[in-house]
């Protein structure tokens, strides 16, 4: 195949392109020029394209090639100029060479994307009716372009915070779905970078007591071929494509550049406001999915070395995409380009966007030599040895879809995991399944099965309850299924291992006793994960009753199913997102006291032995009767409820200067036993009387006070929280 160029003009002349340098990649503006840079290895012939308002497309044939690096610079071109690229070279897909020069191609390293993909045969690289032969259609009318932009912007000062581990509570929020419906919000904001800039939100937030969001993906994605079928998109974002571009689709301002100024203004405001920004990100596949996918970047660029392989039997090319992210393809971090992707792609959202860290979704799929797990790799060494990101938050998600790729508990210094094993226990504790609470205990207290060999602290256990797949808490105690029938699958996508308890009725109820219930089963889900050792993630809108209506996959659902409901019910009988307001209040509250006690949020690692001669244990887990629970408690399969006391004086951790810690002493109490439960409050020689400071008892108010030696009832399915007084 070959293609004609015709010269690239401009407002109708005709400029002659200069040779430009392979470095940087993608498109670097200047008032001048504008460089253009894209790695394609194996092919042998690249047009740069260049769009005018009014879409027609005018070509002009890069002849300057550098270590598989095409390039050449453009005079003149403005910001917001629209581009793609076509490449030329051979068409055998079994030996992954996928070129065709009728497929217009993003940048993968273009800052900004303008347009969407459509389901039509013109997106993908090979014909539909014969698959081993290129499709000759132009994908352009059906593609997105990538934007020139200028990155200039104005800071006024803006530094990254660098808030403590020990002190970050993470918040996971869509950018769409948190100000979709916000009545506070201006309306034309709703749903994109601006509006989470307005007070609303960032005075919500902080009110709360979080000091970090965590956006679900926001490098620009596009929907799924098969989902567009279905009338539905992808919601979450897990479909990436470029890895530079923050997605289009949640700018007010446009999308020739404007979302990159919407996304650091947004980044700028909640710095301001005392809140970190975190991204989710999806390095481990693209939206081209397998190989009958489309031919959106990569695939058309170097689909041999930017997708791994099953590895052939006979050590020859095998076009068999290896997939461990049930995706389609999984990215190749062992070839040297797509790794470079990776580092500058990172430290560009850090040094440019000013962002402070990263989840990695399905971290495993990228750490890996080849198909086998490995900590020493080429990523990962890249990562802890990069003076800038080696210094950001990085948070792994330890699992992929492999047999081998669960990784909880076995990610190097410095990484922090998500640790579903705390979701599962705590889940299975209030829902009264646990097998006793030994399992409870380490997790409350930081996971040191998992993190404590290997120097690290108990936060690099990232603690959450629910996050954005899965149910809502509110669902979580209402539902014993999944209802997932509005994404089109017959109910048969999403897990089954829920941990769920419905209480007695499947969905919303009237019964007020009911209701009552689940609503403080989920304030003692809030409390037990704002008051563990770890970092706490609480997903948005748990705090205020947020509901899927069953759905724990709602991946699709762009609408009411899955944004946040602001209105404040007048009914609180209704079950009205209004009638779970108590569930805000205590979890603020709870964050309130960890925010403002070192004693809840400390960093080394409990000894269960004093702190200095003559004092109290750090720790001490209590039996209902006031003694220390015994061996033979923990191995109790029955037990059902446990005090945790921890000690305020002094803590393990020195303060900044190297002085002793003092704060005071807590004891809380867990009871996730279907029967009130008399508990005696141990007689000591360091604390002799405490006030309640946080209670899902109603019968127990905050503000009670209590002494050692005392009996109190602590409520089923209750948790209390007491607080040492001074003498």
Not at 355 to 379: I, K, Q, S, W, Y
Not at 571 to 592: H, N, Q
Not at 635 to 648: I, W
Not at 698 to 724: D, F, N, Q, S
């Amino acid at each position: 195949m070959s293609l004609t160029p015709t010269p690239w003009t401009q407002l109708g002349q005709t400029s002659r392109i200069w040779p430009g340098r392979n470095w940087p990649l993608g498109a670097t503006w200047t008032p001048e020029s504008t460089n253009f840079a894209v790695y394609a290895p194996n092919a042998t012939e690249m047009w740069l394209c260049v769009f005018d308002e009014d879409g027609a497309e005018a070509r002009y044939q890069l002849t300057e090639v550098s270590l598989g690096i095409w390039h050449g610079a453009l005079p003149d071109v403005a910001p917001g100029t629209r581009y793609g690229y076509r490449a030329d070279g051979p068409w055998d897909p079994a030996k992954g060479l996928r070129f065709n020069v009728n497929k217009l191609l993003l940048d993968p390293y273009g800052l900004a994307t303008s347009g969407t993909i459509a389901n039509e045969p013109a997106l993908f690289g090979y014909d539909w009716s014969d698959p081993t032969r290129p499709d000759l259609e132009d994908s352009a009318p059906v593609t997105a372009r990538s934007v020139v932009i200028d990155p200039s912007f104005d800071w006024e000062g803006d530094v990254p915070m660098k808030t403590r581990w020990r002190d970050t509570v993470i918040y996971e929020l869509h950018v769409k779905g948190f100000t979709k419906l916000h009545d506070r919000v201006p309306e034309p904001l709703r749903g994109t970078y601006a509006g989470l800039a307005t007070p609303a939100v960032i005075d919500y937030l902080h009110d709360l007591g979080v000091s970090a969001v965590e956006l679900l993906p926001v490098y620009q994605f596009f929907s799924e071929p098969a989902l567009l079928e279905r009338g539905l998109t992808n919601y979450w974002g897990y479909n990436t494509v470029s890895f530079f571009a923050p997605d289009a689709s949640y700018s007010s301002s446009g999308d020739r550049g404007q979302q990159v100024a919407e996304f650091k203004q947004m980044v700028k405001a909640f710095h301001q406001g005392g809140l970190e920004v975190i991204l989710d990100v999806v390095y481990n596949h693209t939206a081209e999915a397998g190989p009958t996918g489309p031919t959106i970047s990569f695939r058309g660029l170097d689909d041999q070395g930017f997708y791994k392989r099953v590895p052939a039997a006979d050590g020859d090319f095998d076009d068999t995409y290896w997939d461990v992210t049930g995706c389609g393809n999984t990215v190749n971090t062992w070839d040297d380009l797509a790794l470079r992707l990776i580092l500058d792609s990172l430290r560009y959202w850090v040094t440019e966007m000013h962002v402070d860290g990263f989840r990695f979704d399905l971290m495993p799929a990228l750490c890996r030599t080849g198909t086998e797990v490995d900590f020493h790799c080429a990523l990962l060494i890249a990562i802890g040895q990069d003076p800038v990101l080696r210094h950001v938050k990085l948070i792994a998600e330890p699992w992929d879809v492999s047999m081998d790729g669960y990784l909880v508990g076995k990610m190097p210094p410095p990484w922090v995991e998500w640790n579903d094993q705390y979701r599962d226990t705590i889940r299975d504790f209030w829902r009264g399944q646990s097998d006793g609470v030994r399992t409870v205990a380490t997790r409350v207290a930081g996971s040191s099965d998992l993190y404590a060999d290997d120097g690290r602290s108990a936060y690099n256990s990232v603690n959450f309850i629910t996050a954005h797949d899965g149910f809502t808490v509110r669902d979580l105690v209402s539902y014993d299924g999944k209802h997932n029938e509005a994404n089109g699958e017959d109910n048969r996508d999403g897990t089954d291992n829920n941990r769920s308890w419905n209480h007695g009725v499947e969905g919303e109820t009237d019964d007020p006793e009911i209701v009552a219930l689940r609503r403080r089963q989920a304030a003692n889900l809030m409390v037990t994960l704002c008051l563990s050792n770890g970092v706490p993630m609480i997903t948005a809108g748990d705090e205020r009753g947020r509901t899927q209506r069953g759905n724990n996959n709602a991946y699709c659902q762009d609408n009411e199913i899955s944004w946040i409901d602001w209105r404040a019910d007048p009914d609180p009988d209704s079950g009205g997102a209004g009638a779970w307001l108590d569930v805000y209040e205590i979890t603020k509250a709870a964050l309130r006291l960890r925010r403002e006690h070192s004693a809840l949020r400390q960093r080394h690692w409990f000894e269960g032995s004093p702190t200095i001669v003559g004092g109290p244990k750090d720790l001490a887990w209590l039996h209902p009767s006031g003694r220390e629970m015994t061996d033979a408690d923990w191995a109790d399969h029955s037990v059902r409820a446990v005090g945790m006391f921890m000690s305020g004086g002094p803590l393990r951790s020195p303060g900044p200067h190297g002085e002793q810690v003092l704060d005071t002493s807590f004891l809380l109490w867990f009871n996730a036993d279907a029967t009130p439960l008399s508990v005696t409050l141990p007689e000591n020689d360091w604390v002799q009387t405490g006030e309640v400071v946080l209670s899902t008892d109603a019968a127990i108010a905050v503000g009670t006070e209590v002494k050692a030696g005392e009996e109190i009832t602590v409520g089923a399915r209750t948790v209390v929280l007491i607080r040492e007084l001074a003498a």
